[in-house]
């Protein structure tokens, strides 16, 4: 392949601050270790007028997972080593995950970021090591077995990254600084771990070009989670890294990169702080990073030797963009609409096996499932089969579909709700209000009210008191508490409220999202 300026990437590259609008940002391209582009444009800081430029310090949040695991694998052995340092960190597990679990995000933990929003954590409050070490060590079950399946948890990166400097005895700033930025010639590259704000004035932003930009408020801290914090001239080094270093088997990247299997064989999607997937027919690493007012992405085409980097400091879609300009790189054509097919599937459905809800809606010649943080787009193979990248789904009978988690390494079942329109007792809402308690989370509590015939929920716990917000039904017992917005850029989303009757009375609520699952309210 030859990657040049060509006129659909050169107007692909062009035509990035229109189509994604917002303060500032950054892209490079590198291919076979030269710079095809190094562009940055707006501002790092409006208000301040500081411009956007290849040296600013950015905040990479989750990209910086790779270079956890990168630190782990250039320090220690044998990962392994640090099993028991991190079972000391989860001391109410009796099997707590391994080190490999946790770089691969087969844990099995519950997300913390999700977790806290459940012991009442203010939106825009603050939350630092002591509080992370407080929601971390009162993890008494995991929803699913280490090594068997797929859950994003960015703690995990959290616990390696607190693990290693048990095991050295230093500062992963400094593990960071000798074991990847040195080596790589990443001469500005920080741990960033305070989100306030960035030691060179840089901003992140959020709005719109309709509402205005504003300064985005951040108070948590983070380390081996998302705490790099990196100029796009460091990131041009670290691509460039990987290309000097890629006929090196046990280079960093071919360890990092190398391919990953489930406990059973099954090929794993994640592996090292690394997404695998295929994109424009190519087999890709990458990794986006987020936060309120921060938005970036990077991806590595190894067989073109190809690298693309893209930084907003606002919240426009990096990876969206990242994956147009290797489109564009690759003079792939653009896609061509597909057939409607008329699908027997929407509805509103509970999960069987973690009692979370699914909402399928036609959504122009495609299917929208509501079922994680944000809506999955589906195609129609045929009336009652859809499927993407991460879900097929399969009609069983008229009332249930197998769902496969096709990245996950798991199967569930879907069952039809009953009684979608309200019913007698659905107008009796008192009859779901009062206080529920979580015995797995310390006795979080999730307090449901009545004012003026609306019902409310809202959490509390060793965090505070959280926001109390307008449940939504879906059918009978089957509610959802909206979390759009938490203190991570990713929110839980919808928590599915599922109430359970006894002899006719509510007595517990089974509460949980995709990266919280399953958990027990009872009431008090």
């Not at 695991?69 to 028991?84: E, F, R, V």
């Not at 919280?516 to 009431?523: C, E, I, K, M, Q």
Request: glycine share 8%.
């Amino acid at each position: 392949m030859s990657v040049s300026f060509s006129p659909a990437l050169d107007a692909a590259i062009r035509s990035l601050p229109q189509r994604y609008p917002g303060p500032g940002g950054a892209v490079a391209i590198i291919h076979r270790g030269e710079v095809i582009t190094r562009h940055s444009w707006g501002y790092a800081n409006a208000e301040r007028r500081i411009p956007f430029t290849p040296a600013t310090l950015f905040r990479m949040c989750s990209i910086t997972k790779q270079f956890t695991c990168a630190a782990m694998l250039a320090t220690t052995p044998d990962p392994s080593t640090l099993n028991d340092i991190i079972a000391a960190r989860l001391p109410l597990l009796k099997e707590p995950p391994h080190a490999h679990h946790l770089a691969h995000n087969q844990s099995g933990l519950r997300d913390y970021w999700a977790v806290a929003m459940l012991h009442g954590a203010p939106i825009e409050g603050y939350f630092g090591d002591r509080e992370a070490e407080r929601v971390i060590r009162g993890t008494r079950s995991l929803h699913f077995e280490p090594g068997t399946s797929y859950s994003y948890v960015n703690q995990n990166f959290r616990l390696l990254s607190d693990a290693l400097q048990d095991y050295t005895g230093r500062s992963f700033s400094e593990i960071l600084q000798s074991s990847i930025f040195n080596p790589a010639g990443m001469e500005r590259a920080i741990l960033a771990a305070e989100t306030r704000a960035m030691p060179d004035g840089t901003t992140g932003y959020e709005g719109s070009v309709s509402a205005g930009f504003r300064p985005a408020i951040n108070n948590i801290w983070w380390t081996g989670d998302a705490g790099l914090g990196a100029s796009l001239d460091d990131m041009i080094a670290w691509e460039r890294f990987i290309d000097a270093t890629r006929n090196d088997p046990n280079s960093l990247y071919n360890r990092l990169s190398a391919p990953i299997a489930f406990a059973n064989g099954t090929p794993a999607p994640y592996g090292f702080g690394l997404q695998h997937l295929t994109l424009h027919g190519k087999e890709v690493t990458a990794h986006g990073g987020a936060l309120r007012g921060w938005r970036s992405h990077r991806l590595h085409v190894a067989s073109e030797r190809l690298s693309i980097v893209v930084m907003f400091n606002h919240m426009s879609p990096a990876q969206n963009a990242a994956a147009e300009l290797l489109g564009a790189a690759l003079n792939v054509p653009p896609a061509q609409p597909t057939a409607t097919i008329e699908s027997q599937l929407t509805g509103v459905y509970r999960e069987r096996e973690t009692g979370l809800s699914a909402r399928i809606d036609p959504n122009d010649n495609t299917l929208r499932l509501r079922y994680l943080m944000l809506p999955d787009t589906l195609t129609s193979i045929t009336s009652t089969q859809a499927e993407n990248g991460a879900v097929r789904l399969q009609q069983l009978s008229d009332n249930t579909l197998r769902m496969e988690h096709l990245k996950e390494n798991r199967t569930t079942h879907l069952d039809l709700a009953d009684d979608i329109s309200p019913t007698p007792q659905d107008h009796d809402i008192t009859a779901l209000t009062g206080d529920y308690i979580c015995h797995e989370l310390d006795n979080a509590c999730i307090s449901i009210t009545a004012n003026g015939g609306v019902i409310y929920g809202g959490f509390s716990g060793m965090l505070g008191d959280g926001k109390m917000e307008p449940l939504q039904r879906l059918a009978h017992d089957l509610w959802l508490l909206p979390c759009p917005r938490a203190l991570d850029h990713t929110a839980p989303g919808d928590w599915t409220l599922s109430f359970e009757r006894e002899h006719g009375h509510v007595k517990a609520i089974r509460l949980g999202c995709w990266l919280a699952r399953d958990l027990l309210y009872t009431r008090s």
